[in-house]
C-alpha cells in the first residue's frame, strides 16, 4: 500500500544573521544550515516514517542541491523512482534568512518544480492507494498541467485523492479550487487559506466555510488551526479536535506532519476523528524541533509521545495493518 505525493522538492538554506541588512548592505551570517523542504517532500519522508509506502513524484535540477532536496526522503526509504532532473532549471531553493529576534524572511524559488513532466501513468500509479497534491504543484506551468491529469487518472482508476491548500493557489486559482474541491476525497486548509477561500463566511470563518465546503460538495474537509488543533467536517458531522500541549519551537513541518498522519490513518482504516488526531500530534511533536524534513520523527518516536499522552486510539492505528478496524478513543 503506497501513498503518491505530487509537489515541490525543494533545497532548504536558513541562515542565523547577526542583523538584518538594509539593501545593499552586507551583513556577517553567524550559522548555515542545508536541509530538505517542499510540502511534498515532507508529506512523503513523514508517510514512510509511519511505515507506509510513500513515492514521490517531482522535479530537480542536475546540481547539487537536488542531492539536498531529496536527502530527507531517501533516507526515510521514500520510492523516488519517479523523480525527474532537470537540464536546464535548477532545484528549487528556500532560502530563510533569521534576524536575532528570530524573525524569518523568506527568498524563494520554484525552479525546476514548475517544469513537471506527466510520467507514464501505468508506472506512477502501480501500487498506489492514495493521491496527495501539494497546493503548490497546482501553481503554474506544466507542473500544475501534470498534476491535474494525474489527479483525473487517479479519480478513473479509483484512487482517492487529496489536496493541500497554500495561499498563492487560492489567492490565483479561487474558483479552479472550488470546481475541483467536490473529486477530492479530503481538502486540507489551514485558517488563513480557508478566510481566502471563501472570505463571504461570516461569524467563526472557519466552522462557516467549511460548512459551506461541506454543502459544496466536499465530502471530508479538515480545518488545521495551530495550537488550537484542527476540526472537521465529515458528511455533517462535525469535529473539533484539540491540540496536544507542548512546548513549540519551530512549526515549519507541522502542516504537512498533520497531512501525512492523517493520511496514514484513513488508508489503515481510522474514523475521520482518530485520523486528526493523529494529525494533532505528529505535528504537535515536529513543532518541538527545529526544521522541517529534519525534525520528522519515527514511528518509534511518535509511539513514545502517543503513549505519553495516553492517546490510544491513535496508538492502534500504528500499530494496526493497512484496512484494519480501528478502534474508537472512549
Same mark, same amino acid.
Given at each position: 500500500?503506497?501513498?503518491?505525493?505530487?509537489?515541490?522538492?525543494?533545497?532548504?538554506?536558513?541562515?542565523?544573521?547577526?542583523?538584518?541588512?538594509?539593501?545593499?548592505?552586507?551583513?556577517?551570517?553567524?550559522?548555515?544550515?542545508?536541509?530538505?523542504?517542499?510540502?511534498?517532500?515532507?508529506?512523503?519522508?513523514?508517510?514512510?516514517?509511519?511505515?507506509?509506502?510513500?513515492?514521490? *513524484?517531482?522535479?530537480?535540477?542536475?546540481?547539487?542541491?537536488?542531492?539536498?532536496?531529496?536527502?530527507?526522503?531517501?533516507?526515510?526509504?521514500?520510492?523516488?523512482?519517479?523523480?525527474?532532473? %532537470?537540464?536546464?532549471?535548477?532545484?528549487?531553493? =528556500?532560502?530563510? #534568512?533569521?534576524?536575532?529576534?528570530?524573525?524569518?524572511?523568506?527568498?524563494?524559488?520554484?525552479? #525546476?518544480?514548475?517544469?513537471?513532466?506527466?510520467?507514464?501513468?501505468?508506472? *506512477?500509479?502501480?501500487?498506489?492507494?492514495? *493521491?496527495?497534491?501539494?497546493?503548490?504543484?497546482?501553481?503554474?506551468?506544466?507542473?500544475?498541467?501534470?498534476?491535474?491529469?494525474?489527479?483525473?487518472?487517479?479519480?478513473?482508476?479509483?484512487?482517492?485523492?487529496? *489536496?493541500?491548500? =497554500?495561499?498563492?493557489?487560492?489567492?490565483?486559482?479561487?474558483?479552479?479550487?472550488? %470546481?475541483?474541491?467536490?473529486?477530492?476525497?479530503?481538502?486540507?486548509?489551514?485558517?488563513?487559506?480557508?478566510? /481566502?477561500?471563501?472570505?463571504?463566511?461570516?461569524? %467563526?470563518?472557519?466552522?462557516?466555510?467549511?460548512?459551506?465546503?461541506?454543502?459544496?460538495?466536499?465530502?471530508?474537509?479538515?480545518?488545521?488551526?495551530?495550537?488550537?488543533?484542527?476540526?472537521?467536517?465529515?458528511?455533517? /458531522?462535525?469535529?473539533?479536535? $484539540?491540540?496536544?500541549?507542548?512546548?513549540?519551537?519551530?512549526?515549519?513541518?507541522?502542516? %504537512?506532519?498533520?497531512?501525512?498522519?492523517?493520511?496514514? /490513518?484513513?488508508?489503515?482504516? /481510522?474514523?475521520?476523528?482518530?485520523?486528526?488526531?493523529?494529525?494533532?500530534?505528529?505535528?504537535?511533536?515536529?513543532?518541538?524541533?527545529?526544521?522541517? #524534513?529534519?525534525?520528522?520523527?519515527?514511528?518509534?518516536?511518535?509511539?513514545?509521545?502517543?503513549?505519553?499522552?495516553?492517546?490510544?486510539?491513535?496508538?492502534?492505528?500504528?500499530?494496526?495493518?493497512?484496512?484494519? $478496524?480501528?478502534?474508537?478513543?472512549?
Amino acid at each position: 500500500m503506497t501513498v503518491l505525493v505530487i509537489g515541490d522538492a525543494n533545497a532548504d538554506a536558513s541562515a542565523a544573521l547577526e542583523r538584518f541588512p538594509r539593501e545593499g548592505d552586507d551583513a556577517a551570517i553567524r550559522a548555515l544550515g542545508w536541509g530538505s523542504g517542499g510540502a511534498a517532500v515532507n508529506v512523503a519522508t513523514a508517510v514512510a516514517l509511519l511505515g507506509m509506502g510513500a513515492r514521490l *513524484l517531482a522535479r530537480i535540477g542536475k546540481d547539487p542541491a537536488g542531492d539536498v532536496a531529496l536527502s530527507a526522503a531517501r533516507a526515510a526509504g521514500v520510492d523516488l523512482g519517479a523523480i525527474q532532473r %532537470d537540464e536546464v532549471h535548477s532545484t528549487g531553493l =528556500c532560502f530563510a #534568512a533569521v534576524s536575532p529576534s528570530g524573525e524569518r524572511t523568506f527568498f524563494s524559488h520554484r525552479g #525546476a518544480n514548475r517544469a513537471l513532466e506527466l510520467p507514464p501513468a501505468s508506472d *506512477l500509479f502501480r501500487g498506489i492507494r492514495w *493521491l496527495h497534491l501539494s497546493g503548490h504543484a497546482l501553481l503554474e506551468d506544466r507542473q500544475r498541467d501534470t498534476s491535474l491529469a494525474l489527479a483525473r487518472e487517479a479519480s478513473a482508476r479509483g484512487v482517492p485523492v487529496s *489536496l493541500d491548500l =497554500c495561499l498563492p493557489l487560492v489567492r490565483t486559482h479561487r474558483t479552479d479550487v472550488l %470546481d475541483l474541491s467536490p473529486s477530492l476525497a479530503v481538502l486540507f486548509a489551514n485558517e488563513l487559506e480557508i478566510a /481566502a477561500l471563501l472570505p463571504s463566511a461570516a461569524g %467563526d470563518p472557519v466552522e462557516n466555510a467549511i460548512g459551506s465546503l461541506e454543502k459544496a460538495g466536499v465530502p471530508l474537509v479538515a480545518a488545521k488551526l495551530g495550537a488550537r488543533g484542527s476540526m472537521l467536517s465529515d458528511r455533517g /458531522a462535525r469535529h473539533v479536535l $484539540p491540540a496536544l500541549p507542548v512546548d513549540a519551537r519551530d512549526t515549519t513541518g507541522s502542516g %504537512d506532519a498533520y497531512v501525512a498522519g492523517f493520511v496514514v /490513518a484513513r488508508l489503515r482504516g /481510522a474514523p475521520p476523528e482518530v485520523c486528526g488526531r493523529l494529525g494533532n500530534a505528529l505535528g504537535a511533536l515536529v513543532a518541538t524541533r527545529p526544521g522541517a #524534513a529534519s525534525a520528522l520523527p519515527t514511528g518509534a518516536e511518535l509511539r513514545a509521545f502517543l503513549a505519553h499522552h495516553a492517546a490510544l486510539a491513535e496508538l492502534s492505528v500504528l500499530s494496526s495493518a493497512p484496512g484494519e $478496524p480501528v478502534r474508537r478513543s472512549e
